[in-house]
């Protein structure tokens, strides 16, 4: 498992706590985002990172992942389009 230096705190929306991390991997120094989140919506960021696995570096635990820091952006707005996507619209009522 790579070595972990933490570093400054970084905010993340959808109240997902972030800590920059610089990794020691076998190509050199990669830096990656701490993200601690609720299940649910680590399932949607799995979800997310499946199939190309652009995004993710580590999977540490059922609420914590670390990901790319310089692919945060960008997975901060495909989470936000999968939770407009899965929201449902209230149904409006017939009464006037």
Do not use: W
């Amino acid at each position: 498992m790579p070595k972990a230096i933490k570093g400054k705190p970084s905010p993340m929306r959808l109240s997902v706590n972030s800590q920059m991390m610089a990794f020691l991997t076998n190509n050199g120094l990669m830096v990656g985002v701490l993200v601690e989140c609720d299940p649910s919506i680590k399932a949607i960021i799995l979800k997310i990172d499946q199939d190309k696995h652009d995004y993710i570096v580590e999977d540490l635990d059922d609420q914590t992942l670390v990901i790319k820091e310089n692919q945060l952006n960008s997975l901060k707005a495909r989470l936000e389009e999968e939770l407009a996507n899965t929201q449902q619209m209230p149904e409006e009522s017939g009464s006037e």
